[in-house]
């Protein structure tokens, strides 16, 4: 950076052809502060000129031989444009002072024979308004000069901004993609519990992928939001997650014929569900959903024995779908969907609040009318291979090991199919693929 005060020197050039007066000018300033160059002659004080480009002020005699005072201050402007300019001239001579004004670039003229006293305090005058002239143009390249390095910050600015949004842009798709993946192998994890919880017992075969089906819809048609959706979603996969530590001869009775002993057992599975997945801070709204999955709206459920609005939404919605999915397990009736329909009407009020029968008819139409037998159609086994999207399944797909792949009914996209494919691989069934052709 240029800095912003300079000392400017005092320096003055008198020119005339005549030394007694060149002696009486540098007389005249021996005290001021001024450093005095002389010449006798235009030529000798362009030389001087161009050796002291700082010299500020030139007084040039008119009369001269060999090169007049306004020509030697015309050529002067070209060595020293800033100098200010005087003649100085006899009284008679007002043309030269004009032309030394004009053709000369001169400031003013100075009449000989000059007072002391004047020209001391003309040539001061004249300094003054040369720094001023000159702070003026050195704080002018001053502020160019930083207006120049302003322009290269901004730039360099530009170029640095821009490369950080580039390189942010970057780092958001890289972390949306490993936040797309965390989030999508958190799902497969959760599904991968849900599986084993169905192997658990044969029964319960798909029981928890019905209830999240049915559950969902339900959510969906209340108009609930993506987080709450979500929590329902995963709360009812693993609804009864903690039945892992309940004694197998319990999970094949039904609750009427359960000992109060063994009731007492069966009712800890929603607070161990709970407790299984707490240790996860993602699963903690799932968590107080399963806790309260066996709740009644009359305050007759369990662990809490909450009532009405005080059991969470999400609760009461699974509790209905898990109602609804193991009451059409347990029926032999001609119409299981009228059924179910039906025990979900009585329950109203005791089990479930009114304003969720509106919502659960259709997903559970639409869940089990699947199910019903297709008297135009028949099973055909066929090869992983050969499986198609939009096929349905006509029996559950089973992993060599009994892993429970796909349950019945379900209608095959490009995922499902590619999961089948890979498990035939790593852990091939038995079977073919059983799906449902038209006759
Ligand atoms: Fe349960
Ligand atoms: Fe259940």
Redesign the pocket.
Known sequence: MTELSAKIPKKILFVDDEENILRSLKRLFIDEDFEVFTASSGMEGLDILEDNHDIGIIVSDQRMPEMSGVEFLERSQRVVPDALRMVLTGYADVTAAVDAINRGGALRYIAKPWKDEELVQTIKDAFHRYSLLQENKRLTNVIKEQNREIRKWNKELEFYVQKQTVEIQNNNKELKRLNERLKSNFKHTIHAFSNLLELRTEDAGS??RN?AEISVKIARQMGLDAKETEAITIAALL??IGKIGIPDRLLFKGLEDMSSDELNIYKLHPVRGQTAVDAIDDLRDAGRLIRH?HESYNGKGFPDGLKGDAIPLGAQIISAA?FA??TIRKCSEDNPVEYVIKKLTDAIGKRFDLRLLKYIEEPVRGLYSRSLPKQHMVELEIQPDDLKEGMVTAKEVKSGTGLLLLGKDMKLNGKSIQILKRYYQIDPPKTGVFVWVNR
């Open positions: 029981h928890s209830v609804h009864d999955h898990d999915d193991r």
